[in-house]
């Protein structure tokens, strides 16, 4: 039950980080800064953290690799895009593609959960085009975008579950996996903007500093319920975020929350309750 609990406020974690993204001008710039935060955070902290077993750093390595590559998609992806719209698809995709995958690994979830899992990703599809008119139907290459954005969080995702199972210690695999992932993605975004990334990084870089540091608490918490939850269940409470995503988009983005959405938020719910069922 507590898992639950963190992976839903990891959810609205995510929620905010992805808002504060969106909001910053130059966003390259902005993972560029959340990067920077997230070492500078963890890198003091690796001495007094047990490090995580070699069985697990492979599964570290392909997760930062797909993290980067999650980075430049989900750029792409707001360029295009209505936040509430976009967020919805590349998050509610997420889920449905993670409980295929573990199927692989031995994992087997119950009728309910599988009635909730079905519900949940129904909801948050619905949730992502309900009170769109023709005018404001995402465009194809934004879709596209979003489910490959997906993709690659299934893809580290369960990656990422058996990384941490194997580690032996959550928050060292933590602790680990962002002191390395942070240095590459400002390397990262600096190679793709070149100098101009200096400049651009002054502008809000305070909310990239937050939003770095609201994203690695959010992923830690998800981390810690992987050790002891089924990864599809964490996957799709996780996606609660959604919910928090299209308040977000109506309070800040000026992005319209009609009934239909507000159904499609309530159709997410029962989902979710059906998925914490055992």
């Known amino acids: ?29 902005a993972f560029g800064v959340m990067g920077i935060t997230q070492s ?7 001495p007094f953290v047990a490090p995580p077993a070699p069985g697990s750093w492979p599964y570290g390595v392909v997760s930062i690799a797909m993290q980067l590559v999650y980075m430049l998609l989900l750029i792409r ?15 509610g995709s997420a889920p449905l593609l993670v409980a295929v995958a573990v199927t692989f690994l031995g994992e087997r979830l119950t009728i309910l959960q599988v009635c909730g899992l079905t519900t949940t990703c129904g909801g948050l599809a ?4 309900a009170g ?17 954005t997906g993709a690659t ?46 400049s651009a990084s ?34 799709a409470l996780r996606e609660t975020g959604i919910l928090w995503g299209a308040l977000i988009g109506a309070m800040f983005f000026a992005e319209r929350l009609g009934p239909r959405r507000i159904v499609a938020a309530g159709i997410v719910t029962v ?7 055992h």
């Open 202 to 235: 002054r502008d809000r870089w305070r909310v990239s500093a937050g939003g770095g540091a609201i994203s690695m608490l959010s992923y830690g918490l998800v981390l810690w319920a992987q050790t002891g939850s089924a990864l599809a269940e964490v996957a």
């Open 153 to 198: 969080i299934a893809t580290y995702t369960v990656v990422d579950g058996i990384g941490v199972r194997e580690s032996g210690t959550a928050l060292g695999y933590t602790v680990w996996m962002f002191a390395v992932e942070g240095v590459l993605a400002f390397a990262l975004m600096t190679a793709v903007r070149g100098r101009a990334i200096v």
């Open 126 to 129: 619905a949730l992502a085009l």
């Open 1 to 29: 039950m507590f898992s639950a609990v963190a992976v839903l406020f990891a959810g609205l974690l995510h929620a905010t980080w992805n808002a504060l993204a969106k909001a910053v001008p130059d966003r390259h710039a």
């Open 77 to 91: 992806t707001y360029e295009l895009g209505d936040f509430g719209q976009v967020y919805p698809i590349a998050r």
């Open 40 to 46: 500078l955070i963890c890198l003091p902290l690796l």
């Open 132 to 148: 769109a008119g023709p005018q404001r139907m995402p465009s194809r290459q934004a879709v596209t975008a979003a489910v490959l």
């Open 271 to 277: 989902g979710v309750i059906l998925l914490s069922t």
